[in-house]
């Protein structure tokens, strides 16, 4: 159950938007309103526990281990199908990056006035990645 919620791109895309939040709220408050400035610990304190809970993960499943890694958690490699589908999503999401990154400088650049703008293009950019891979995947499995 922990390691399929840690590779399920839903929970990134959830902890982008947590942390976008959070990010506007400590540095944009006086532009965004109330409802929207979120104490740093409404999304620190559950990472801390989902993080605490690895080793006793880890002990109860020694076959299926939780291991620390650059490599994303969320890339399905473990067949040759498998590496397939994440070639495919991993495409797809490259060519959304070959477009949203060209409109995001763009967008950033007209909309300077608004001083909190690249952060709701990354945030926006970070869930559609996201998105674009759990919709792949789903799709073939």
Do not use: C
Not at 101 to 122: D, F
Not at 123 to 138: A, N, P, S, T
């Amino acid at each position: 159950m922990l390691k399929k919620i840690f590779q399920s791109p839903l929970f990134n895309a959830v902890l982008i938007i947590g942390l976008g939040i959070i990010m506007l709220g400590d540095h944009y408050a006086a532009h965004i309103p109330d409802w929207l400035v979120i104490d740093s610990m409404v999304l620190g304190i559950p990472i801390l526990i989902l993080m605490a809970i690895i080793p006793v993960y880890n002990r109860r499943h020694p076959e299926n281990r939780i291991k620390p890694s650059v490599i994303p958690m969320e890339l399905r490699e473990e067949d040759e199908g498998m590496q397939w589908l994440t070639f495919k999503a991993t495409r797809k999401v490259y060519i959304f990056f070959a477009f949203a990154i060209p409109i995001g400088i763009a967008l950033t650049a007209y909309l300077h006035h608004i001083p909190y703008v690249p952060i709701i293009l990354l945030i926006g950019m970070g869930v559609v990645q996201y998105l674009i891979y759990w919709f792949q995947m789903k799709r073939f499995s």
